[in-house]
Nanobody, 118 residues
Framework: QVQLVESGGGWVQPGGSLRLSCAAT????????MAWYRQAPGKQRELVAS???????DYAASMEDRFTISRDNRKNTVDLQMDRLKPEDTAVYFC????????????WGQGTQVTVSS
C-alpha cells in the first residue's frame, strides 16, 4: 500500500504562483511513476504532469509552459510548481503513484484545493 498526502493548495490571484507537494509513505521499495491530476467541478479528471523514477516527464499540452513537476526518489516526494495561474486552473489537485512498471495498481491522495480568482 502507498499513502499519499498533498499539501500547498490554497487561494491565489490570477498570475500568481503556488507549489504543491506530495509525500508518499507505506510498504514499498520504490515508485515507478508519480503524477499530478486535477478535477474541476462537473469536469473529468485530467492529467497535469507525470514523472518516472528515471526522470522522464510528461505534461498536458496546456500545462508545459507554466507548470513544472519534480520528484525526489530518496525522499519519496513529488512537487508541482505552478506559475502564471489562471482562473481555469481552479480545481482539486490529486497526487497519484504507480509503484510498479509491470502492474496497473495505482494509489491516490485525498486532493488539495487550488482556487484562482480575483
Amino acid at each position: 500500500q502507498v499513502q499519499l498526502v498533498e499539501s500547498g493548495g490554497g487561494w491565489v490571484q490570477p498570475g500568481g504562483s503556488l507549489r504543491l507537494s506530495c509525500a508518499a509513505t507505506g510498504s514499498f521499495s520504490s515508485i515507478y511513476l508519480m503524477a499530478w491530476y486535477r478535477q474541476a467541478p462537473g469536469k473529468q479528471r485530467e492529467l497535469v504532469a507525470s514523472c518516472t523514477s528515471g526522470g522522464t516527464t510528461d505534461y498536458a499540452a496546456s500545462m508545459e509552459d507554466r507548470f513544472t513537476i519534480s520528484r525526489d526518489n530518496r525522499k519519496n516526494t513529488v512537487d508541482l510548481q505552478m506559475d502564471r495561474l489562471k482562473p481555469e486552473d481552479t480545481a482539486v489537485y490529486f497526487c497519484s503513484a504507480r509503484p510498479r512498471f509491470n502492474s496497473p495498481a495505482r494509489f491516490w491522495g485525498q486532493g488539495t484545493q487550488v482556487t484562482v480568482s480575483s
